[in-house]
Nanobody, 129 residues
Framework: QVQLVESGGGLVQAGGSLRLSCAAS????????MGWFRQAPGKEREFVGT????????YYADSVKGRFTISRDNAKNTVYLQMNSLKPEDTAVYYC??????????????????????WGQGTQVTVSS
């Protein structure tokens, strides 16, 4: 069983920055693909971005491309979401997720929630205008 714990959310003004962290339990974190998703009030959960096991490959939703950056530190079992130039429409609960079997899901889009086996509890990000 893998546990994911997000932190770093909060209230920030438009144009500001936040860095979210997601700490994972378990000894096989370095083999997992990791994703970030978000859910705004009254809306469906949506894909933000993903990073492969080594950190060499990332992929982002168009809505955050150029503003958000995902990175990971496998020695610390942690994945990060650096969010810059934040907008009010970025307000949401942000979730990290772990894909424990990326090699078996090469045909599943990285943006598909079904790809991910474990989810954190989420952290609130609020961007004021």
């Amino acid at each position: 069983q893998v546990q994911l714990v997000e932190s770093g959310g909060g209230l920030v003004q438009a144009g500001g920055s936040l860095r979210l962290s997601c700490a994972a339990s378990g000894r096989t974190f370095s083999s997992y693909g990791m994703g970030w998703f978000r859910q705004a009030p009254g809306k469906e959960r949506e894909f933000v971005g993903t990073i492969n096991w080594s950190g060499a490959s990332t992929y982002y939703a168009d809505s955050v491309k150029g503003r958000f950056t995902i990175s990971r530190d496998n020695a610390k079992n942690t994945v990060y979401l650096q969010m810059n130039s934040l907008k009010p429409e970025d307000t949401a609960v942000y979730y990290c997720a772990a894909d424990a079997n990326p090699a078996l899901r090469v045909l599943v889009p990285m943006s598909d929630m079904l790809r991910y086996d474990y989810w954190g509890q989420g952290t609130q990000v609020t961007v004021s205008s």
